[in-house]
């Protein structure tokens, strides 16, 4: 049963730690992504990556960092700097890194509570 | 650049009652458009996407969307709404040669009996 996990569903952390969001798909795609998701403001994207081993800023990549040291693994590490951490952070893989008629399948997310 | 706007941000329609989104979107490039739904607190589910050829574009649950190039539009309906339709509903554009998906700012879909 392919698709993508996100883990943990809901994640506490205290205000100066970082933590490391977990992505994983089994749907042998090339291309993966990560989102910021905040009420009202849709989807924003943080950094996304075409193929293993490379990977790209976003629109708000300030204060994230990611890895993508393997095809089916892409995480999201939310630092001290990130001045607004609490959200909704949604993952998304697609077939291509280099555009094409595809879709991107979301996993079902992640929510930060930084106090 | 792309940009995407969902004219409404909240649609409250009772049960059975015909449902329109509105999205236009603003591109000087040929793109991708889509429809995906958010139910609360989970990932995003594709309802349809338009690629090229016909306009008139049908999905999943019911739902359509027209794309309409003159007016840079891409409404999403549905003739004959249900309770479990109550969702988030986001607009997203993409230009043919890039990765880049743009997102509207959704629009919360309230079905009430």
């Known amino acids: 049963d392919g698709g993508i996990t996100q883990s943990p569903k809901y994640l506490f952390r205290k205000e100066g730690q970082n933590v490391t969001l977990s992505c994983e798909q089994n749907l042998n795609h090339d291309a993966m992504y990560w989102y910021r998701q905040d009420p009202g403001q849709g989807l924003r994207l943080i950094y996304y990556s075409q193929i293993v081993n490379d990977f790209q800023k976003g629109d708000i990549a300030e204060g994230y960092s990611v890895s993508r040291e393997k095809k089916e693994s892409f995480p999201l590490t939310v630092t001290s700097a990130q001045k607004n951490p609490t959200a909704f952070y949604l993952c998304a893989s697609s077939p291509s890194g280099s555009g094409g008629p595809y879709e991107q399948y979301f996993g079902p997310g992640t929510r930060l509570t930084v106090t | 650049a792309q940009s995407v706007t969902q004219l409404d941000s909240q649609v409250p329609v009772f049960e059975e009652a015909p449902v329109e989104l509105r999205c236009n979107y603003s591109s000087s490039v040929s793109v991708y458009l889509f429809w995906y739904v958010q139910y609360p607190n989970q990932g995003l589910q594709l309802l349809l996407k338009?690629?090229?050829?016909?306009?008139l574009v049908k999905g999943i649950n019911g739902f359509e969307a027209e794309f309409n190039k003159s007016q840079t539009s891409f409404h999403l309906r549905k003739p004959s709404v249900h309770i479990s339709d109550t969702a988030e509903y986001f607009c997203a554009v993409r230009a043919l040669d890039t990765d880049k998906l743009i997102f509207g700012t959704g629009t919360r879909l309230q079905v009430f009996p």
């Open positions: 338009y690629l090229s050829g016909s306009t």
